[in-house]
């Protein structure tokens, strides 16, 4: 699936920053046009500073308005046919970031937002793309956590990618008939803007939440932050997972599950122990 000259055509979700924007700008180069979702102007008109023949930028996409999704896709439409391409040849979900909180303290406004970014709008998106895909022979990728393992109080994000696993791998049997894949691209540690809210969001979690329920966490959230603090410093720069999802886009035959990042390899182990082992390795973490 090389592209040559820009003939060919992916959509990227969540390009204002970290992977996305790594991702959206690494096709470009690879000579795919690339039609890179953002939620505000700023970050659009930044993508546009940038003068990549191959990006374009669209907005508004945020996921978890669904009502941003029918105007976007008459718009990729037009822009499809202006450049004289028949169809998507792949659609990236790489929208969300997630929190970091016990699920007893968790924001259920926060966790709604989440599912809605990373599982419901995705859906959504996919639906009203696949007649496109279908003409270009596209393909779905979906960039996720390495393993599906429950890790205390990142739930936020674990909980979204069992879904998004189901998800993908039902897409992956339902579109057979067409040979869309459905491709899973896992992350392990990445360096993204997120990463450094992580602290302050805990900060003002803790500072938030009535004294009594503070004091059940404050010693497991402070041991958290300082594991945290190390961790981060190993991150994998987002290139090396636009790498991984140029790979996916290319690829004649891909592979179902492509696995990047730091501590990528130990993640994936986990997804092949036994559940109360895999439960009381969490709990020692």
Same mark, same amino acid.
């Not at 945020?62 to 391409?85: A, C, F, K, M, T």
């Not at 924001?107 to 639906?127: C, K, M, N, S, T």
């Given at each position: 699936?090389?592209?040559?000259?820009?003939?060919?055509?992916?959509?990227?979700?969540?390009?204002?920053?970290?992977?996305?924007?790594?991702?959206?700008?690494?096709?470009?180069?690879?000579?795919?046009?690339?039609?890179?979702?953002?939620?505000?102007?700023?970050? *659009? $008109? !930044? #993508?546009?500073?940038?003068?990549?023949? &191959? /990006?374009?930028? =669209?907005?508004?996409?945020?996921? @978890?308005?669904?009502?941003?999704?029918?105007?976007?896709?008459?718009?990729? *439409? $037009? !822009? #499809?046919?202006?450049?004289?391409?028949? &169809? /998507?040849?792949? =659609?990236?979900?790489?929208?969300? @970031?997630?929190?970091?909180?016990?699920?007893?303290?968790?924001?259920?406004?926060?966790?709604?937002?989440?599912?809605?970014?990373?599982?419901?709008?995705?859906?959504?998106?996919?639906?009203?793309?696949?007649?496109?895909?279908?003409?270009?022979?596209?393909?779905?990728?979906?960039?996720?956590?390495?393993?599906?393992?429950?890790?205390?109080?990142?739930?936020?994000?674990?909980?979204?990618?069992?879904?998004?696993?189901?998800?993908?791998?039902?897409?992956?049997?339902?579109?057979?008939?067409?040979?869309?894949?459905?491709?899973?691209?896992?992350?392990?540690?990445?360096?993204?803007?997120?990463?450094?809210?992580?602290?302050?969001?805990?900060?003002?979690?803790?500072?938030?939440?009535?004294?009594?329920?503070?004091?059940?966490?404050?010693?497991?959230?402070?041991?958290?932050?300082?594991?945290?603090?190390?961790?981060?410093?190993?991150?994998?720069?987002?290139?090396?997972?636009?790498?991984?999802?140029?790979?996916?886009?290319?690829?004649?035959?891909?592979?179902?599950?492509?696995?990047?990042?730091?501590?990528?390899?130990?993640?994936?182990?986990?997804?092949?122990?036994?559940?109360?082992?895999?439960?009381?390795?969490?709990?020692?973490?």
């Amino acid at each position: 699936m090389k592209a040559e000259g820009y003939r060919q055509a992916v959509l990227v979700t969540g390009c204002s920053s970290g992977i996305g924007r790594a991702t959206a700008v690494r096709l470009a180069e690879a000579q795919y046009t690339v039609f890179a979702t953002v939620r505000n102007e700023s970050d *659009s $008109r !930044e #993508l546009a500073s940038m003068r990549n023949q &191959g /990006l374009v930028p =669209l907005f508004p996409l945020d996921l @978890r308005i669904l009502e941003h999704i029918p105007p976007l896709v008459l718009q990729i *439409s $037009r !822009e #499809l046919s202006v450049r004289g391409i028949a &169809g /998507l040849s792949a =659609l990236v979900n790489i929208a969300g @970031r997630g929190s970091i909180a016990p699920l007893e303290l968790l924001d259920l406004q926060e966790l709604r937002g989440e599912f809605d970014a990373r599982v419901v709008g995705p859906v959504a998106l996919a639906q009203a793309l696949l007649p496109s895909l279908r003409i270009g022979k596209g393909r779905l990728i979906w960039v996720a956590t390495p393993a599906l393992i429950p890790i205390p109080f990142v739930s936020s994000i674990h909980s979204c990618d069992f879904a998004a696993n189901c998800i993908a791998r039902t897409f992956a049997l339902e579109l057979r008939p067409w040979k869309i894949p459905s491709i899973f691209v896992r992350c392990g540690g990445i360096q993204t803007p997120a990463v450094n809210r992580t602290a302050r969001d805990l900060d003002r979690l803790m500072a938030s939440c009535p004294s009594m329920k503070r004091e059940l966490y404050q010693d497991a959230l402070e041991r958290e932050k300082k594991y945290l603090k190390t961790f981060d410093m190993k991150r994998s720069d987002p290139n090396v997972v636009a790498e991984k999802i140029l790979q996916a886009v290319q690829a004649a035959k891909p592979k179902r599950v492509y696995r990047t990042g730091y501590l990528v390899g130990p993640g994936t182990a986990l997804d092949f122990l036994p559940q109360p082992l895999v439960d009381w390795i969490m709990s020692r973490r």
